[in-house]
């Protein structure tokens, strides 16, 4: 097999142009001097317009969510996707992206028959994101299992509930329904994806925010996780060398990878490969750690909202993963309002004091 490079990315991408599929020139990215600015965003459904009122009272107006194409053909794709961003901007909110897979997709993080179908449902996704002006997919390649946590009821400060992720406990439950499955495997998965997506990706100018594995740890129960160093998410983005190939920047998982995350943020940002921060915290490392509350963990939080910043950063970041606070479902699991109230007061006040632009 040719040594994954630009030169060979090129000519695989000027004989799919020669057939008319795509424009074989590689566009430059041109970042605006100074600053970057931050779209504080919130994870929003249209089935929980609950949370509406209370982002637009916090000053959040840009949502991520999730893609409507699970259940209807692609020749329908591209009106829901104009439907989704017209019904958000009706409730006063941007889309800066969509968050999880656009369409059903295991069978190409697992390499099954069925991959290819599932390649030409996401390549007519971007398409349809594109056209409704939706340019950001946050996805990952996390086969079988996707997050995982072993425990959601760790006490966190003032009995606030939080989760936790124990390597010990996770190798009790034993391999899942798919067995083992190799790191080689899952980087030839990927690799077949990066090939067939990326070109349609950077046609349309959908920008693919690849998040690290959570738990960054590799295998869990029998299943290899890749994207679990910032050297391996260096090797995707060498795969297909693309302004459109790069990263959700997770920074717990990339703590809990052992990086230095201040550095690795300045050097991923100012490279223009961060497409979507997830700003949050945990204590530990990666075999046994649990979430926290942004301003109650180890990382200085102050400092990468600058990096961010500073570095060039343009785009969403949405607090994540925040505890579950006393009256809440305690099935919110991390997704509870309260926390991410908190978060946001927390965010705001921070830039406000460093003059870190936002909106």
């Known amino acids: 097999m040719e040594p994954y490079s630009r030169r060979s990315w090129l000519r695989k991408n000027l004989a799919l142009a020669v057939i008319g599929t795509i424009n ?31 982002c637009r009272q916090l000053g959040v107006t840009h949502a991520i969510t999730g893609a409507p194409f699970g259940q209807i053909g692609r020749d329908q794709y591209e009106a829901a996707a104009k439907k ?9 909110f941007t889309i800066a992206g969509i968050e999880g897979h656009p369409v059903p997709f295991e069978n190409i993080k697992l390499g099954l028959d069925g991959r290819d ?38 006490p966190e400060r003032g009995g606030a509930l939080t989760s936790e992720f124990s390597m010990e ?17 899952m980087w030839e998965n990927l ?27 590799s295998p869990l ?22 302004p459109v190939n790069g990263i959700t920047f997770c920074q717990a998982n990339f703590r809990a990878m052992g990086e230095d995350i201040y550095e690795l943020a ?3 940002c100012e490279q223009g490969k961060v497409f979507f921060v997830h700003f949050r915290d945990i204590e530990g ?38 505890p579950t606070l006393s009256g809440e479902d305690e099935q919110s699991r991390g997704y509870g309002m309260q926390g991410k109230v908190f978060a946001f007061g927390y965010m705001i006040g921070i830039m406000d004091a460093l003059n870190i632009p936002y909106e």
């Open 24 to 54: 074989p020139v590689i566009p430059k990215i041109n970042y605006p001097p100074g600053q970057g600015k931050l779209q504080l965003s919130m994870h929003l459904s249209l089935q929980n317009p609950e949370r509406f009122k209370i």
């Open 84 to 92: 989704l961003m017209d019904d958000f901007a009706e409730a006063g």
């Open 117 to 154: 179908e599932e390649i030409r449902n996401t390549n007519a996704a971007i398409e349809a994101l594109s056209k409704a002006g939706i340019n950001m997919i946050c996805y990952n390649f996390m086969a079988g299992l996707g997050w995982y946590r072993t425990k959601f009821d760790i």
């Open 169 to 185: 406990d996770a190798n009790k439950q034993g391999l899942t329904q798919w067995g083992e499955i190799s790191e080689e495997q």
């Open 191 to 217: 690799t077949y994806f990066l090939e067939r997506v990326i070109p349609v990706a950077e046609k349309f100018n959908v920008r693919m925010a690849a998040h690290p594995d959570d738990p960054p740890i």
């Open 221 to 242: 129960r029998g299943i290899g996780r890749i994207l679990t160093s910032a050297d391996n998410f260096r090797r995707l983005m060498s795969i297909a060398p693309s």
């Open 266 to 268: 300045r050097e991923f």
């Open 285 to 322: 490392t990666a075999d046994r750690f649990h979430e926290t509350f942004h301003d109650n963990g180890p990382t200085d939080m102050p400092r990468m909202l600058e990096i961010y910043s500073r570095a060039g950063f343009n785009g969403p970041i949405r607090p994540d993963h925040a």
